[in-house]
């Protein structure tokens, strides 16, 4: 399963953070346990050390039998959490997502062109994906042509700072393929690109004149729509913004293509 790793580790920085905190809050509540009585419609609190039958809380220290009720249910998460933390780790340790194409790619060429592999490796995925026709849009006459490192036309320095950087990574990426959006229309992402962390489409927007107010706006109306079609940012939309006074760095590319591509 694509991402399934990925996913593995957030859980366990997740269990891990919420075992710190609860172990800090042990570390604060009173020895012994709670013991609750139900005497008709009287509740009667007892505060238990060494399994005795306890000793009677009166109603007046609402405190204490909020803190023993507490370190009871501390302790069960605690216990809880240190199976599930054992049994994350053990798959980690032992799981790749890859690793049923690894069987096939581990193998000798001229033995692999005898077997017809379960799923196509990321290779012929990635392959079959690119081999994919698609009509972008046109170029207006006597715009500047601007050449991306791959040979491609872009419409600006910015996408092809993209481009560039995409294709030295070697993402798979096509440039302003069509999507439709319902309630808007035809857009054309700057970039469409092939996830490997989760063998999706991801749509990559550059918005690189977010000074210009009628630009602006055409651009949050653009964006909404994304997300009225559920695309959302952060999942499988990318963006990325730019202004006269602020312009784009590679650095600022560098964060969203290791967390989702």
Not at 51 to 62: A, D, F, L, Q, V
Not at 111 to 118: A, F, G, H, K, S
Not at 121 to 132: L, P, S
Request: aromatic content about 10%.
């Amino acid at each position: 399963m694509h991402g399934l790793r990925n996913m593995l580790l957030k859980e366990q920085n997740r269990l891990e953070e919420i075992l710190r905190k609860v172990n800090e809050e042990l570390a604060t509540l009173p020895d012994g346990k709670l013991r609750i009585s139900n005497d008709n419609t009287r509740c009667r609190y007892y505060h238990c050390l060494n399994n005795e039958s306890g000793t009677y809380i009166p109603k007046s220290n609402t405190q204490l039998p909020r803190q023993l009720a507490q370190k009871t249910y501390d302790i069960s998460v605690v216990k809880k959490i240190e199976v599930r933390l054992r049994q994350i780790r053990k798959l980690i340790k032992d799981y790749s997502d890859n690793e049923i194409e690894e069987i096939y790619t581990s193998l000798n060429e001229k033995r692999q062109t005898l077997i017809t592999p379960v799923e196509p490796t990321w290779n012929q995925f990635a392959a079959r994906w690119y081999e994919e026709e698609y009509q972008t849009k046109e170029f207006q006459e006597g715009t500047p042509v601007i050449l991306t490192e791959n040979g491609e036309r872009v419409r600006s320095k910015s996408e092809k700072i993209l481009a560039d950087y995409f294709y030295r990574r070697k993402i798979p990426y096509k440039y302003e393929k069509p999507l439709f959006l319902s309630g808007y229309g035809m857009v054309y992402p700057d970039f469409t690109i092939l996830s490997r962390k989760t063998g999706q489409e991801i749509f990559w927007e550059h918005e690189g004149m977010m000074d210009k107010q009628e630009y602006a706006r055409s651009a949050v109306r653009k964006l909404e729509s994304y997300q009225k079609n559920g695309i959302f940012p952060g999942e499988q939309l990318i963006l990325t913004f730019e202004t006269e006074l602020n312009v784009l760095n590679t650095t600022v590319v560098e964060v969203p293509v290791d967390r989702y591509l």
